[in-house]
């Protein structure tokens, strides 16, 4: 089930995303980031780490799910709330509907791998057992933003690199 709207308390949790975003970005990482909540309290935090991890499921929802989970001692987090600034992929959606989230809160949608709306919905699915909420589009603008200039800036520096490689002959 899809929400469109969203408070300030959502924006507050989803500025935190960001600065877990941030550390992925010092990383060399695509700079994602995720933050859970439950009764308002932050429980658990987390940023993409794929390649530094050699691990193609340490994408940040992945990570922040493992420290909910081994904080409340429960692979379930009913109650829970996950906020993640880019829609997650499918197979990020798949662990939190596995997780029994209450709610997923996402920033910037992805066209080109986001399940929840871009390009399919897996929280939409009528025969799945447990339903999560979704609200998408939260600082929407700032998360996106934030993506791109991590591409702009990367491709810059693999530019650079080329050149300095292979220098122009005289």
């Known amino acids: 089930m899809t929400e469109t709207h969203a408070g ?26 995720a ?11 987390g940023y993409n780490q794929p390649i530094g991890r050699h691990d193609p499921t340490a994408h940040a929802e992945v990570m922040a799910l493992r420290a909910a989970a081994e904080k409340l001692g429960n692979y379930r987090l009913p109650g829970c709330e996950l906020y993640v600034t880019l829609e997650p992929c499918v197979m990020c959606s798949g662990a ?7 709610r997923v809160v996402y920033g910037a949608g992805d066209p080109k791998t986001g399940a929840c709306g871009s390009v399919l919905n897996l929280f939409e699915q009528p025969a799945l057992n447990h339903q999560t909420a979704i609200i998408g589009g939260v600082l929407a603008d700032e998360c996106g933003a934030f993506l791109k200039r991590f591409f702009v800036e990367r491709r810059r520096a693999q530019s650079e690199a080329r050149k300095l490689a292979h220098p122009p002959a005289c």
Not at 97 to 102: D, G, K, S, V
Request: zero cysteines; a negative charge; aromatic letters at 4%.
């Open 8 to 33: 300030a308390q959502d924006a507050r949790y989803m500025q935190l995303a960001l600065e877990q975003a941030r550390h992925a970005w010092d990383l060399g990482e695509v700079p994602v980031g």
């Open 35 to 45: 933050v859970v909540v439950k009764d308002g309290v932050v429980i658990a935090v």
């Open 96 to 102: 939190m509907l596995h997780a029994r989230l209450a």
